[in-house]
Antibody, heavy 125, light 111 residues
Framework: EVQLVQSGAEVKKAGESLRISCRLS????????IGWVRQVSGKGLEWIGI????????RYSPSFQGQVTMSADKSISVVYLQWSSLKASDSGMYYC??????????????????WGQGTVVTVSS | QSVLTQPPAVSGAPGRRVTISCTGS?????????VHWYKQLPGAAPKLLIS???SRPSGVPGRFSASKSGTSVSLVITGLRPEDEADYYC???????????FGGGTKLTVL
């Protein structure tokens, strides 16, 4: 089973920057699209974006475009989600998740097969 | 408001059958995009339960199945067990939004 290990909980103030990470324990890491999903306490799941680590192609949800940046370092099998200026509304649990299909072309019908354990981000105003 | 609509809560007694609906539109389910289901236990990450319209990953019992009708997909759980108590989310792709969408989630209570 592929494991996605995320960085630890973060407590920040509004206006600060932040980068959280997701490390994949799988040698085929660069060839799977990795998505990010947010869950605000007690609420549902929201798709943030998705990245192909091999060439850093990205797709963003319109709701998050310009608010966050995804990146990848395939040499260490890690993808990142970062904010340049946090807002209180960015507080929540953030999950990384791997699409089930290895393909340079994003297979939009594929599910998120494996998930990280989540990173809690708390932003105070 | 979620693009995919799920009932906020459903319940059933042990051994019974429950259904959780996921209603979309012509830009997602109605366009033929696969619907996936995830189970989330309290304090845990979501876990893939059913992929496509009815395929179960290894380890998921046959008590879980899905069916599709038009712009809706239903998750069916038979022989309800206490460990089925969790939040369930549907998930698909939306061509109008050019991205993935989730249902709002359904809390299943086993009475």
């Amino acid at each position: 089973e592929v494991q996605l290990v995320q960085s630890g909980a973060e407590v920040k103030k509004a206006g600060e920057s932040l980068r959280i990470s997701c490390r994949l324990s799988e040698y085929t890491f660069p060839n799977y699209w990795i998505g990010w999903v947010r869950q605000v306490s007690g609420k549902g799941l929201e798709w943030i974006g998705i990245i192909y680590p091999d060439d850093s192609q990205t797709r963003y949800s319109p709701s998050f475009q310009g608010q966050v940046t995804m990146s990848a370092d395939k040499s260490i099998s890690v993808v990142y989600l970062q904010w340049s200026s946090l807002k209180a509304s960015d507080s929540g649990m953030y999950y990384c998740a791997r699409l089930s299909v290895a393909s340079h072309i994003v297979v939009v019908t594929a599910p998120f097969q494996d998930w990280g354990q989540g990173t809690v981000v708390t932003v105070s105003s | 408001q979620s693009v995919l609509t799920q009932p906020p809560a459903v319940s059933g007694a042990p051994g019974r059958r429950v259904t959780i609906s996921c209603t979309g539109s012509s830009s997602n389910i109605g366009s033929g995009y696969d619907v996936h289901w995830y189970k989330q236990l309290p304090g845990a990450a979501p876990k893939l339960l059913i992929s496509g319209d009815s395929s179960r990953p290894s380890g998921v019992p046959g008590r879980f199945s899905a069916s599709k009708s038009g712009t809706s997909v239903s998750l069916v759980i038979t022989g309800l067990r206490p460990e089925d108590e969790a939040d369930y989310y549907c998930h698909s792709y939306d061509i109008g939004l050019s991205g993935w969408v989730f249902g709002g989630g359904t809390k299943l209570t086993v009475l």
